[in-house]
């Protein structure tokens, strides 16, 4: 039924379109076609707006997954965003990361030009506090070094010089963004000693209502309650 609609139907086109990404670059007979104006073009011009309009419902739908604290749905989200960004058809098999590695090696020089991060000091703290109490709201800061930045932003300069752009429009605000996504889950650990509370008590409070979990059948929102 999906496929009887024409707006359903080319959206779904676009999806496999970018999904399969590496192919349609990389296709001989598509290689050998393009300068003999051989191909429709139609996909290839209007796969940059559909890219940012999809993205931007991606994040969009990264922050309702945040809503319903459900790290399953989340993590499947942030896979999915990294499948479209990539324009891969996985975010985690080996012949996909070793492609990628491959493609960022080959474009960046070296090994150092595979984006990466590492992660530094952490802490845990209560903003504006020096200790943290039971209540509290807390605060995890994470030091974040983007190892492959230099590569990157002398790739992108030298690139623009090439084509003839300012690097510093190149670089400028919304033309450039690097997505990257950390997961942190945490556990409740407990003690008879340290002021824990039963599950009677914690049923017991005032849960903060949530409109996307409330619209949700009682087998659904046992699942989400599961992971909370």
């Keep these: ?3 009887e609609h024409r707006e359903a139907r080319r959206n779904l086109c676009m999806i496999l379109g970018r999904l399969n990404a590496q192919t349609l670059n990389t296709h001989p007979e598509l290689a050998a076609k393009g300068p003999k104006n051989q191909i429709d073009l139609t ?3 209007a796969t940059l707006e559909f890219r940012q309009r999809t993205g931007l419902l991606l994040e969009a739908a990264l922050r309702v997954a945040a809503s319903t604290k459900s790290y399953r749905l989340y993590k499947t989200l942030v896979e999915t965003a990294a499948m ?17 590695q491959q493609a960022m090696t080959k474009t960046y020089g070296g090994e150092e030009g595979v984006p990466k991060i590492i992660l530094g000091t952490r802490e845990i703290s209560t903003p504006g506090e020096e200790e943290i109490c039971a209540g509290d709201a807390v605060e995890l ?3 974040v070094d983007r190892s492959h930045a230099e590569r990157f932003t002398k790739h992108k300069m030298e690139h623009a010089v090439r084509q003839g752009v300012n690097p510093r429009i190149a670089l400028g605000p919304g033309m450039y963004r690097e997505g990257w996504w950390i997961l ?31 619209s949700q059948d009682e087998a659904t929102k046992k699942l989400f309650k599961a992971e909370q």
Excluded: C, H, M
């Design 1 to 3: 039924l999906v496929l």
């Design 43 to 45: 996909y290839f011009r």
């Design 84 to 100: 479209f960004k990539i324009g891969a058809t996985s975010a985690t098999s080996k012949k996909t990361v070793r492609w990628f």
């Design 141 to 143: 800061e994470v030091e």
């Design 184 to 214: 942190v889950r945490a556990k409740r650990i407990g003690g008879e000693d340290d002021g824990d509370v039963s599950e009677e008590e914690e049923d017991d409070k005032e849960q903060q209502p949530n409109p996307i979990l409330d």
